[in-house]
């Protein structure tokens, strides 16, 4: 019975072990797409952009922007999904 434990054990270890997490180069990957995207719009320039590994499957952070004069934040977040593949948004 207990060698039935262990083994039970060994294998929920060894899925989590196989799930997807951001990597530092996934986080720099997700900051210069946020820059980018931002800076492509004229009359708009990116100030800021800050992303911190909230979990191994998601990113939260913001982009300061300035405009005509004004600062404008607006809250970012990224979610990995099962194929390493990971959307980010900023609203």
């Known amino acids: 019975m207990r060698l039935h434990h ?3 054990m060994g294998s929920i270890l060894i899925l989590s072990a196989c ?3 951001f990597s530092d180069e996934d986080i720099n990957n997700v900051k210069a797409a946020i ?3 931002f800076g492509k719009t004229p009359g708009i320039s990116v100030k800021e952009v800050q992303i911190i590994k909230e979990s191994d499957q998601r990113l939260t952070g913001f982009v300061k922007l300035e405009a005509a004069g004004f600062e ?3 809250d970012c977040s990224a979610n990995m ?3 390493h593949q990971y ?3 900023c609203e």
């Open 19 to 21: 799930k997807p997490s």
């Open 35 to 37: 820059r980018t995207e």
């Open 87 to 89: 959307i980010w948004k």
């Open 6 to 8: 262990i083994t039970l």
């Open 81 to 83: 999904g099962a194929d």
């Open 72 to 74: 404008v934040m607006k």
